[in-house]
């Protein structure tokens, strides 16, 4: 297996807010409007997102839909709340053999590789395009509030939350 420092260096990743390291890959340069007409945005931008077995992708939203393309390493797993307020996960993955998963816009989700001695190497295409003004990181005890139903809501709330 590749030394996880090489492909930081090779690919030329830096850290992320919400854990991990990205570097954006394409940013488009067309505009698109929202259906109502009212918003210009870039159609769309892609990143490589790294994520070591230790680290995790904290439990985050956007205002546009994100879609994961699994690449190297391993698996994955993608925990968000669903329309109900229940929490789902999405594995991808060779193991899964699901490589790419999306999830929806305003979704709060979050991610960590399934073997803490490994890594798992992505790329993230959202569309309409990703800006940091439409992202958000959570705040623990809003999450426990809002979806904090079972037990293994908050196990996962306190543990892919960062203080």
Not at 9 to 23: I, Q
Not at 155 to 160: F, H, P, S, T, Y
């Amino acid at each position: 297996m590749q030394d996880i420092h090489t492909i930081i260096d090779a690919l030329h990743l830096d850290p992320h807010p919400e854990g991990g390291f990205y570097r954006e890959m394409y940013r488009s340069k067309i505009a698109v409007k929202d259906l109502k007409g009212s918003a210009n945005k870039i159609a769309y931008t892609s990143i490589y997102y790294l994520l070591s077995g230790k680290d995790f992708s904290a439990w985050h939203r956007i205002k546009s839909d994100e879609t994961w393309y699994f690449h190297l390493g391993c698996d994955v797993l993608i925990y968000f709340f669903d329309e109900n307020k229940s929490l789902k996960t999405i594995q991808v993955g060779m193991t899964s053999k699901n490589l790419q998963a999306t999830i929806s816009a305003h979704t709060w989700f979050a991610a960590r590789p399934l073997n803490e001695n490994a890594f798992c190497l992505v790329s993230c295409a959202v569309a309409p395009g990703f800006e940091f003004d439409d992202f958000e990181i959570a705040k623990r005890e809003y999450l426990l509030k809002e979806f904090g139903t079972s037990a293994q809501s908050i196990q996962m709330i306190e543990v892919l939350t960062r203080t």
